[in-house]
């Protein structure tokens, strides 16, 4: 194809809100509406019908014995958990913290489990009188719950978090195989369960988490069967029968230009294969998937307001009063190897006469603070709304809101 019929690549199309008037709407509401409801911008808005329509379809796409967690680190918003709480078969979470607000949402203690390196003596002795499963990721983790169990009379339920011997491919963040601070090494793992043995404390079952954001059902697949694989290999050593596998997740969602949305069917398949040979396999045990952003992600945008426009030497600024303080991966600054520009939209201009191509900035006195660069978006104003989809997850809670002490953001469910 001769270089000037090639195209750019573009976004996935974001259709998830509907548009009236030339206005996004969310949660029912046009948006200037929803912006005055607010009370301010910059503001995160989330969907609750998105969220609840977005459980349904991994339903749907998924067999029917497999549960389905919630990783709450995604979006902690108290609401919003207790929304997904009511749908989800389980929240994970990965802090003393998280899990106040898990419990706060009237998830089972039974069905709650906690991961993360470095769980603090104060954490686990949380962890263990509420009555959750804890993923252990360290010896020492082992004998400090074997003293707070011995200590409290408290009962300890743990499952064993593997760092596995192998990779999730093609994945934006990986989170297992090689070295890592997670979960202990597969290799390590006998003589752990040995050790889990002979403490006396409750040994549930495994936990893998291969990495995070893939788009490749491929890739997903192969670390769901190695994961498989390896859980059965492990049990073997285990002192009592796996009654929990939780095979971690990946799933991704499409961010930037060329990313399509994740097709679920194979890795469906896949699952109702596993959990097939888990009846006769692994016959106790509950195959769990865990999921953040694949739930969260796409229910979610955020809306700044435009506070000026500047052209600097050809070029067109969209200055608003939202940055990467509130959205420090839309900026590019979270993770991310070469910057690239999330959906972004002007929000009550839908249905534009003209585009432009501009940039957006935040008011932060740093070249990084920037949320869309030089993208074709309908001609702006001061006061017109900017967002930014794909917002949901990994938004609010991973930016860095105190940096240059502008106004703080909000969060609204709708
Ligand atoms: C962060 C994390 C998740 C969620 O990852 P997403 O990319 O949001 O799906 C799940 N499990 C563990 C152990 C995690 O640390």
């Known amino acids: 194809m001769p270089a000037s019929e090639r195209q750019a690549p573009i976004h996935a199309a974001m259709d998830q809100f509907p548009v009236n008037d030339g206005e996004l709407v969310v949660g029912g509401i046009p948006l200037s509406r929803l912006a005055t409801r607010a009370g301010q911008t910059p503001f995160y808005a989330y969907d609750r019908q ?16 497999i549960k389905l967690h919630y990783a709450m680190k995604a979006s902690p918003m108290p609401a919003l958990v207790c929304h997904m709480a009511r749908l989800v078969d389980g929240i994970d979470v990965a802090s003393g913290g998280e899990l106040k607000i898990a419990l706060d949402s009237g998830a089972d203690p039974h069905e709650i489990s906690f991961a993360g390196p470095g769980k603090s003596p104060h954490e686990l002795e949380q962890a263990a009188a509420a009555g959750i499963l804890i993923n252990i990721e360290s010896f020492r983790e082992v004998s400090e719950l074997a003293d707070i169990q011995r200590k409290t009379g408290y009962p300890a339920r743990i499952a064993v978090r593997i760092n596995p011997d192998f990779e999730l491919k093609s994945s934006g963040m990986k989170m297992g195989g090689g070295p890592k601070q997670f979960g202990v090494d597969a290799e390590q793992v006998p003589e752990l369960l040995t050790e889990i043995g002979r403490s006396g404390l409750a040994f549930e079952g ?40 939780n095979l971690g997740g990946g799933f991704g969602i499409p961010y930037f230009p060329g990313e399509a949305h994740l097709d679920l069917a194979p890795i469906g398949a896949n699952l109702a294969m596993l959990a097939e040979r888990a009846r006769s396999e692994l016959p106790e045990a509950e195959l769990v998937i865990e999921l953040g952003r694949y739930l969260v992600g796409e229910a ?26 509130h959205h420090l991966s ?8 070469i910057r690239k520009n999330y959906p972004v939209t002007i929000g009550n201009k839908m249905t534009p006469e003209k585009r432009e191509n501009v940039s957006v900035v ?30 949901g997850a990994y938004g609010f809670t991973a ?16």
């Open 50 to 65: 998105q969220l609840t329509r977005r459980v349904a379809q991994l339903r749907t796409a998924l067999p029917a014995s």
């Open 300 to 325: 979610g945008i955020y809306v700044s307001r435009i506070v000026d426009r500047k052209v600097s030497r050809g070029q067109i600024f969209l200055v608003t009063d939202g940055g990467l303080h």
């Open 206 to 245: 495994f936990h893998l988490f291969a990495g995070a954001q893939n788009l490749k059902p491929e890739a997903i697949v192969e670390a769901q069967c190695k994961s498989f694989e390896l859980a059965l290999r492990l049990a073997k050593s285990a002192p009592s029968p796996v009654r929990f596998l």
């Open 362 to 391: 935040g008011p932060l006195c740093t070249p990084l603070d920037l949320l869309a660069d030089r993208m074709d978006l309908a001609a702006a104003l001061p006061g017109d709304l900017v967002v930014i989809y794909q917002s």
């Open 399 to 414: 930016s860095p809101r105190a940096f240059l002490g502008h106004p703080a953001c909000v969060e609204i469910l709708v």
């Open 330 to 337: 839309a900026s590019g600054n979270f993770g991310q190897v």
